[in-house]
């Protein structure tokens, strides 16, 4: 078989030759203004309309601002946006149309498309979530305005596309959404390749959504988002993610940085992560959750970098929608470095991660919870160093060594790595799995904590080879609580106890 990455750069070098066919269009042709004031949406249209149907090619935007609102991308046609060409959505809520979702570009069922070039598109975000709310407000849309937003659905994305394929969006920047910046939805052969996205004004500002895609790379791009930055999603139980590549990418949100599984109908199979940093990240570097009846198995995780995020790995099984089938399986985390904070970790930026949802001791930097009749099994952690502050505080809510059962399940609670608030580990907690290699890891606590760094709940037939720990105060490390055959080997300065 083809090593995943090798085929990537395969696809990536296809794509680069099919989207240098065709003829290239000036936007001047077409009467599109670049005043920033005169609403292009049907010339743009009419524009690309006219491309498609004459064998297709590049519809090329120059400097300049260019307002719009819902345009449709059809079959070999790319928006080509030159260093200093702004796509700018209109502040007008009724200039956007709704096709399940609200979006500023779509494009459905189309095939050989593209959004190329240095340029922009810009949402205004902020300003057309407020419009819409008047108009609600006015009886003139309907909504729940839950609290006191549009639904996500109704607010514009900048890009959503489905049931497409052989896509490129490549170089731009994607800044200031009304809602999710961009989603792909059932796309196969997709490549996003050296964008910037700042998206951060407004609620559930996520930075790239892929939604039950098959054959995508999200590569050598930056991401600065309020809400998750890269997230994996399965909408229907008949679809799920498959052969996914999210190389070489600096990610930074006020939530999850590399997240799936909200939704997990369906699942995640056969998805590499390699070679990422993530800093400033106000939840996990790394959450794989299946809790919507879906599966997530066979991930690849390698080379992270993690400094100041509020927690390194979150791997969780649930059951939401009282779902029997849910299951993890065959994940292999290697090569991470991570830096968790004693302060808040996106503190100063626009739209911070709610303070409420935090435990007050710092969270483990490690949460692995299956449920008891869903275990999680197959997971590989190796070479993995930490450093955490420790100084964990135990009037905060101390859970006792022999009171472990009392942590809840919450099988059907939304999930995220603070969903249990306080646990009884600074470094390691493990409830529920089995089938655990655990090698060449390094902890570190920078001051003295209650804690114990390693809890393990319901596990079984795991090894922990070569752990070193350094924590002030305390040289045991491991409790074992209704666990059976694990093996602690190699592991500085403790010994297991039960």
């Known amino acids: 078989m083809m090593p995943v990455k090798k085929y990537f750069i395969i696809i990536i070098l296809c794509f680069q030759s099919l989207h240098t066919l065709g003829k290239d269009y000036q936007v001047a042709l077409f009467g599109i203004n670049s005043d920033g004031i005169a609403l292009n949406t049907s010339s743009i249209q009419f524009a690309v309309d006219y491309i498609n149907r004459n064998g297709g090619g590049r519809l090329i935007f120059h400097v300049g601002r260019y307002l719009t609102g819902t345009i449709y991308l059809k079959s070999n046609v790319t928006l080509q946006l030159e260093e200093g060409a702004v796509l700018l ?36 975000g902020k300003s057309v979530a407020r419009n819409f709310i008047e108009v609600i407000n006015k009886g003139l849309i309907k909504d729940q305005l839950r609290y006191g937003r549009p639904e996500a659905e109704a607010r514009p994305m900048n890009i959503y596309m489905r049931g497409c394929s052989n896509i490129v969006i ?66 229907t139980p008949k679809s799920f993610c498959n052969n996914i590549f999210i190389h070489n990418n600096v990610i930074r949100t ?18 590499r992560i390699i070679n990422n940093k993530v800093f400033d990240t106000y939840r996990s570097a790394i959450a794989l959750e299946a809790v919507d009846g879906g599966f997530v198995e066979n991930i690849v995780v390698d080379s ?10 979150f791997l969780r099984v649930g059951e939401r929608w009282g779902e029997k089938t849910s299951r993890m399986n065959n994940i292999t985390i290697t090569n991470v470095y991570a830096e968790v904070p004693a302060t808040k970790p996106d503190a100063g930026y626009q739209y911070e991660g709610p303070l409420e949802d935090m435990p007050r001791n710092i969270s483990p930097a490690i949460i692995i919870a299956g449920l008891a009749n869903k275990k999680i099994s197959g997971v590989t952690l190796a070479n993995i160093e930490i450093k955490h502050p420790g100084g964990g505080n135990p009037h905060f809510a101390k859970v006792p060594l022999d009171a472990l059962d009392s942590i809840p399940e919450i099988p059907a609670q939304y999930p995220d790595f603070s969903m249990f608030k306080e646990l009884p580990a600074w470094a390691i907690y493990i409830r529920h799995a089995n089938d655990l290699k655990f090698s060449n890891i390094t902890l570190t606590a920078d001051r003295n904590d209650y804690r114990l760094p390693v809890i393990l709940d319901d596990v079984h037939k795991s090894q922990f080879v070569s752990m070193t720990v350094r924590q002030p105060g305390q040289n045991k490390i491991f409790y074992l609580h209704k666990s059976t055959e694990v093996v602690a080997d190699k592991v500085a300065g403790t010994t297991a106890a039960k």
């Open 304 to 313: 992270l970098q993690v400094y100041n995020t509020g927690n390194v790995i």
């Open 89 to 124: 959505g209109s502040l007008n809520p009724f200039d956007y149309e709704r096709n399940t979702w609200t979006a500023l570009v779509f494009a459905i069922d189309q095939h050989d498309i593209g959004i190329t070039g240095k340029g922009m598109i810009d949402g205004q």
């Open 170 to 235: 490549r170089d731009i920047t994607l800044r200031n959404s009304a809602s999710w910046n961009q989603t792909y939805d059932q796309c196969k052969n997709l490549v996003i390749d050296h964008i910037a996205v700042d998206n951060k004004e407004f609620w559930n500002e996520d930075g790239v959504d892929i939604v039950d895609c098959d054959s995508v790379a999200v590569i050598n791009s930056y991401i600065d988002a309020g809400d998750d930055g890269i997230c994996l999603k399965s909408h």
């Open 254 to 271: 006020s939530a999850n940085a590399i997240k799936f599984g909200t939704a997990s109908l369906g699942g995640f199979k056969n998805v």
